[in-house]
Nanobody, 116 residues
Framework: QVQLVESGGGLVQPGGSLRLSCAAS????????IDWFRQAPGKEREGVSC????????YYADSVKGRFTISRDNAKNPVYLQMNTLKPEDTAVYYC?????????WGQGTQVTVSS
């Protein structure tokens, strides 16, 4: 069964950190470009970060640049989104998307809440 699963969300105080994971079952992530998106209540889904399949080049939205880091180690490991210095405005459901010529997959999302 082909599946993409996010994990690592939770409740954290402002200034804290979380590490989200995007793991695949039924396929490997090495040939897939991975995007992280987020959607806050009442707002449109926005792209947060991306790591390419070709050269592992990365992209960050201006709102998270310098605070978030996307990474992957190899095909079998998850893709991570390290989130530091979290702010209340980072509160959202975070989704990962794996896309390539072979398919386009979405996870179910993981909730991140930044609040004191």
């Amino acid at each position: 069964q082909v599946q993409l699963v996010e994990s690592g969300g939770g409740l954290v105080q402002p200034g804290g950190s979380l590490r989200l994971s995007c793991a695949a079952s039924g396929f490997t992530l090495d040939y897939y470009t991975i995007d992280w998106f987020r959607q806050a209540p009442g707002k449109e889904r926005e792209g947060v970060s991306c790591i390419s399949s070709s050269d592992n080049s990365t992209y960050y939205a201006d709102s998270v640049k310098g605070r978030f880091t996307i990474s992957r180690d190899n095909a079998k490991n998850p893709v991570y989104l390290q989130m530091n210095t979290l702010k209340p405005e980072d509160t959202a459901v975070y989704y990962c998307n794996a896309r390539s010529a072979w398919g386009d997959y979405w996870g179910q999302g993981t909730q991140v809440t930044v609040s004191s």
